[in-house]
Structures are given as structure tokens and as C-alpha cells.
């Protein structure tokens, strides 16, 4: 523990189709008066179990039905909500607050560096991929930790492994499937390209802790996770290499607490038997405490997975008014002390 420190909780959430009752969204799916009290009542129960201070929500259709259910808890009345985008039938990321929010930005399109292009043996003109949207909006806060400072967000809601069909294709067919199982992971991966594009204006060159928490649908070590959070530096590189690729680089916290334990018990999601990690926090060099530029660590990291169930070893179904995904939350202690060295010197060399 720091001598001077500041303690804050952040967390990740997916609520699995928070939508107000009686609307319909896509595929028809809606909640009655009584499913959204039941589901309301869940969630607040999570709220209460997480007591964090920052939240990152996925799959919200409606800002007031998560405002609603929010200012039923005596915990979060003050907190600050915002959203990306309500538009359509789609849902849509969220993040909570209890600290002062000073700046929104929500992402729609890829920026234009990150368009994916391929060039076939044989052909000479660029065939971009046809790939520019996120399928949810990426939701960048800047967030006033008081007395710390500033402190970026990025709630991410990546596209699912669900494969994409078109007309005539039959799901039942093995090579329709592994086309539409393609068609999604290319989708999904032109995402992390778009979103590390993003993540380089916020870090690179600055001294600000990032902290990007979502539902990746993917593993912390598949390739897409790692386009989202950076590779880590060959350690026969020069210093001055390393310093500049950790200028840039995300760190998983559960792998930050892995290298504190022995066991790892860290799963999210239970597809067919299958146990993964598709929801996760990363944080900036800033936030790891082996890095010399730290201005906090990482403390304690919780996984709240008791509701979820593994349908391949009971009759019991999923309740719809739960969510299939576990909630992550995890607590970062920040240096008063070191922060204030650091902009005491950052002005110094501005004056000067």
C-alpha cells in the first residue's frame, strides 16, 4: 500500500438485454412489467455485490431502463450515467460514474488508418475489406478521479463468435457454418484494429491511465485481445524501444493477479461445457506497478460467476432475467504522492 493513496473500484458488466418492458427490439425479444422487476432486482443485487465506483455496462437497449434500475440503489443515486448512441434496435455500451465525468466521445465508424486491406498474389490495386462500423459503439470517458486527476475510459462490446448468415446458407451445413463462423471473426478482429487505432491518440506519448474494460467474445490470449491490448516488447530490445511500445500497451488484470497466485479460477462465460474469459479490464502501463512510469497498481480482482450454469451437466436453463456472463470487478490504488511529483515536474519542464 501506498503512503498517500487513493482507492477506486472499476468494473465490467454485461447485462444481457436490459431493455424497458413492454418494447420490442430486434428478433422480437421484450420483457413484461414483471420479467423487467425480476431482472431489475438482479442487477441491483450485482450493483450491491460490485460497489464500484466506475462501471462499464454491455448490451443496454434503453438509458432509462438502466437509470431506472440505478436509482433504486441508495449506493449509486449520485452516480452520472452515460451511453452510447440509442438509436435503432441495437443494443448498446454504458458507463456509470460516482466521480465527476468531464469529457464524452462515442465511436461509430473505424478511423480511417485502421480499414483492412488485402492485395491477392497477382493484383496490383488495394481491396479494402468491407468493414467500417462498429457492430456497438466504442464509449471514451474522461472521468475526474478527485484528488488524483484524470483517468480514460473505453467500454468495448466486440462482435460475437455467433456466425454470420446470408440468404440460401443452412447452418446445418458444415461449410456454410465454418464460412459464417469466418465472416464473424473477420468482423470481430477489423474491430480490434479499429479500436487499438483509437486507443493510440489516447496513449501514445501521454501520461494519462487508460483503463478499457468489455466483452471482448474473446479469450485474454487470442489474437484479437492481444491487437486490442499490444504485444508486449522482445526483452533483448533497447530500452528506448521498450519504453515505446509500453507508451502504448494494455495489461490484463487478471493476468496482473495471476502472477500474484497460484491457481486462476477466472472464467465468465459457459458455452457448451466450455468455461472462457470473454469479459476483461485492461489498464495502461501507468497502472502496473513493475513499469517505472506507474502511478498506481492494480489491488484485488473479483469475478461474481456463482449465477452462471453449465447446461451440459443440468436440466436447469438460464433465467433470461440474469445475465450469461459473469461481472469483473477490480480495485486500483492511486499514488497521490507519485502523481503529484509528476505533474509538479511536467509543469517545470514547461516553464522551462
Not at 9 to 28: I, K, S
Not at 230 to 258: F, N, T
Not at 318 to 334: F, I, N, R
Request: hydrophobic fraction near 35%; include cysteine.
Amino acid at each position: 500500500m501506498y503512503q498517500n493513496t487513493k482507492i477506486i473500484r472499476v468494473g465490467t458488466f454485461n447485462l444481457m438485454n436490459l431493455m424497458l418492458p413492454n418494447r420490442e427490439v430486434f428478433g422480437g425479444m421484450k420483457y413484461t412489467q414483471e420479467e423487467f422487476n425480476r431482472k431489475s432486482s438482479w442487477i441491483n443485487h450485482m450493483l450491491t455485490q460490485m460497489n464500484a465506483d466506475v462501471i462499464g455496462f454491455q448490451e443496454c437497449f434503453h438509458r432509462q431502463a438502466l437509470i431506472n434500475i440505478i436509482n433504486q440503489n441508495k449506493k449509486y443515486r449520485d452516480a452520472e450515467v452515460v451511453m452510447g448512441d440509442e438509436v435503432g434496435d441495437m443494443p448498446r455500451v454504458a458507463l456509470l460514474s460516482r466521480y465527476p465525468i468531464e469529457n464524452v466521445e462515442v465511436f461509430d465508424k473505424f478511423p480511417p488508418d485502421s480499414l483492412i486491406y488485402v492485395q491477392p498474389r497477382g493484383v496490383y490495386e488495394k481491396i479494402y475489406l468491407p468493414f467500417d462500423t462498429f457492430t456497438r459503439p466504442v464509449l471514451k470517458v474522461d472521468i475526474n478521479v478527485k484528488p488524483f486527476g484524470l483517468i480514460t475510459f473505453f467500454v468495448i462490446h466486440l462482435k460475437s463468435k455467433r456466425p454470420i448468415f446470408y440468404d440460401n446458407e443452412n447452418e446445418n451445413n458444415p461449410v456454410d457454418l465454418a464460412i459464417g463462423q469466418v465472416r464473424s471473426l473477420m468482423l470481430r478482429a477489423a474491430e480490434t484494429a479499429a479500436v487499438r487505432s483509437i486507443l493510440m491518440r489516447s496513449m501514445k506519448n501521454k501520461n494519462r491511465p487508460v483503463v478499457l474494460f468489455g466483452d471482448v467474445n474473446d479469450t485474454g490470449n487470442s489474437v484479437t485481445s492481444r491487437i486490442i491490448s499490444g504485444e508486449v516488447p522482445q526483452h533483448r530490445l533497447p530500452d528506448k524501444v521498450k519504453q515505446s511500445v509500453w507508451d502504448v500497451l494494455l495489461y490484463h488484470v487478471k493476468d496482473i493477479q495471476a502472477r500474484r497466485s497460484y491457481q486462476d479460477f477466472y472464467y465468465t462465460h459457459i458455452h457448451n461445457g466450455m468455461y472462457e474469459s470473454l469479459d476483461h479490464i485492461m489498464v495502461s502501463q501507468e497502472l502496473v506497478t513493475e513499469n517505472p512510469r506507474n502511478v498506481g497498481r492494480v489491488g484485488l480482482v473479483n469475478v461474481f460467476n456463482d449465477h452462471l450454469i453449465d447446461q451440459t451437466f443440468t436440466t436447469e436453463k438460464q433465467d433470461k432475467c440474469q445475465s450469461d456472463h459473469g461481472v469483473v470487478v477490480c480495485s486500483l490504488e492511486l499514488d497521490l504522492d507519485k502523481v503529484r511529483k509528476r505533474d509538479d515536474k511536467n509543469q517545470r519542464y514547461q516553464k522551462n
